[in-house]
């Protein structure tokens, strides 16, 4: 094991929570190490810092795992469609790779119950189900390699997603549209201004929405098409919270003074 996966041995998880007794069956095979399963579900605001000065939370296996569900995504639109070209495919992986259908696929799988956080789950944003979700993939590919986590990918997730295609389906709304309407109906400019563009084929675009020159949401997306719908929900999400906020006070136009997204 390398760097943070050592130092989280001297935690103590040595033993696994009781809930993850429950992880064979959600996996479909046995963990061989439980203390990156642990990891995997211990969100940031559980972080406890380690000897080095660092903090373990889950974050750095969402990271890893990201990767790896694009990667098994993009190998499975691979070898499943032959005929199709670039562009179709990487829409296809576009709409399959996305914040809300992560989100759903780890609800159903059971996921929010292993969570360890210090806040309530159902008030926080449905965004912790996807980015843990992917942190078990990237747990699952450390513990038992690529082979394995590309299974599970397959067995489960994709799986998952053609059970649930008219349902995700609604879920994946055009966040974009609803913004533009938004601001349309307030009487304000909206620019997304792009903040970074991919150095690989496998890299992403990152662009702010931005309302009356204020950067409301931040997102990113394997072209400027996603990037712009992923900025526009977390745009969406973060006036609500604003609009809900002010709610008791005044019944007008939420404040642009919301904070951005990191």
């Known amino acids: ?80 469609y032959p005929k199709w070209d670039e562009g179709m495919m990487s829409k296809r992986r576009g709409a399959l790779v996305k914040r809300a259908v992560n989100n759903k696929i780890a609800e159903e ?22 980015n843990t979700l992917e942190a078990l993939i990237g747990a699952i590919f450390l513990d038992r390699g690529y082979k394995v986590a590309e299974n599970f990918v397959y067995q489960k997730f994709l799986k998952s997603f053609l059970e649930m295609a008219e349902e995700l389906e609604d879920e994946t709304t055009n966040y974009k549209s609803q913004l533009l309407e938004w601001v349309q109906k307030n ?37 400027k098409k996603e990037a712009h719908q992923d900025a526009s929900h977390n745009a969406l999400d973060g006036l609500t919270k604003a609009s809900k906020a002010i709610k008791r006070k005044s019944m007008t136009t939420p404040s642009l003074e919301t904070s951005e997204e990191e």
Do not use: Q
């Open 1 to 80: 094991m390398l760097g943070i996966e050592k130092l989280i041995k001297r935690l103590p998880w040595r033993t696994p929570r009781g809930p993850l007794s429950v992880l064979p069956d959600i996996l479909g095979f046995t963990p061989r190490d439980y203390d990156l399963y642990e990891l995997a579900f211990t969100h940031s605001s559980c972080s406890v810092e380690l000897p080095d000065g660092t903090f373990a939370n889950n974050e750095r296996l969402e990271f890893l795992g990201d990767s790896v569900l694009a990667t098994s995504v993009s190998h499975y639109l691979y070898t499943k």
């Open 187 to 223: 009487h304000l400019e909206i620019e997304f201004e792009m903040l970074e563009e991919p150095r690989s084929s496998r890299g992403k675009f990152v662009c702010a929405a931005v309302i009356n020159g204020k950067r409301i949401g931040i997102g990113s997306g394997y072209n």
């Open 109 to 130: 799988m059971g996921i929010i119950n292993l969570i360890h956080t210090k806040h309530r789950i159902g008030n926080m944003s449905p965004d912790i189900y996807g």
